[in-house]
Each structure stands twice: as structure tokens, then as C-alpha cells.
């Protein structure tokens, strides 16, 4: 299985950015995919998550409202809108992905992925 990320870019505050996973080697049912952050010195986060069987979906906190996670299975791509956007976003974003439907509970939890990105760089700055 490999994921991978592309669409960070630099972009001002209060702008906008889709962020794409191209997933291969993967069957789509009884799955979950969800992206995950890290910024300099800070432990990583789960920013949003899929379960593949129901679309059930998962937001953070901080970007509930903000961002959106959406899935294409027939271009095995899962993608993270991202609107509004505040320098507190400013990460390396990786997707990621599990064999299993998770629980919401364990969804935005990174020991619970097998199979992770390179990332893609978001930088928000004016």
C-alpha cells in the first residue's frame, strides 16, 4: 500500500487549500484514511478521518467547521479541504491509512495506522 500527499502550498490567513492522498495497493471497504499533522516541536495530530464502509467521518477540535474530508473511490484519492485558514495550521500534513474500520474513539489516534505519507508542507503567513 502507498499514500501519496500533494496540494500544500503557502498561503495567507484566512485562504484556502485542498490537500489530495492518491492511495494504491488498497481495497476500499472496511477502511480508514485520515490526515494527520505536525508542526516543529509539536507531537503529531489527527486533524480528520474517513471510515471507508459508511463514510463516517471525524474533525478535530481546532478544524471543525473548517476543514472537510472527502473521499473519490474511483480515483483512490481522499482529499482535505481546508478553509480559513490560521497560522496555528502551519504543519506537515500526512495522510494515513489502516485495514480496519476504526472507532471514532481510535480514528485521529497515530499508533493506530500501518501505512503513512511523505507529507505535503502547509505554511500559513502573511
Known amino acids: 500500500l502507498q499514500l501519496v500527499e500533494s496540494g500544500g502550498d503557502l498561503v495567507q490567513p484566512g485562504g484556502s487549500l485542498r490537500l489530495s492522498c492518491k492511495v494504491s495497493g488498497f481495497t476500499w471497504e472496511y477502511n480508514t484514511i485520515a490526515w494527520f499533522r505536525q508542526a516543529p516541536g509539536k507531537e503529531r495530530e489527527g486533524v480528520s478521518g474517513?471510515?471507508?464502509?459508511?463514510?463516517?467521518?471525524i474533525y478535530a477540535g481546532s478544524v471543525e467547521g473548517r476543514f472537510t474530508i472527502s473521499r473519490d473511490a474511483a480515483k483512490n484519492m481522499v482529499f482535505l479541504q481546508m478553509n480559513n485558514l490560521f497560522p496555528e495550521d502551519t504543519a506537515i500534513y500526512y495522510c494515513?491509512?489502516?485495514?480496519?474500520?476504526?472507532?471514532?474513539?481510535?480514528?485521529?489516534?497515530?499508533?493506530?495506522?500501518?501505512?503513512w505519507g511523505q507529507g505535503t508542507q502547509v505554511t500559513v503567513s502573511s
Open positions: 494515513a491509512a489502516i485495514g480496519q474500520s476504526l472507532i471514532q474513539t481510535f480514528m485521529l489516534q497515530p499508533s493506530e495506522y500501518s501505512y
Open positions: 474517513i471510515r471507508t464502509f459508511d463514510e463516517e467521518t
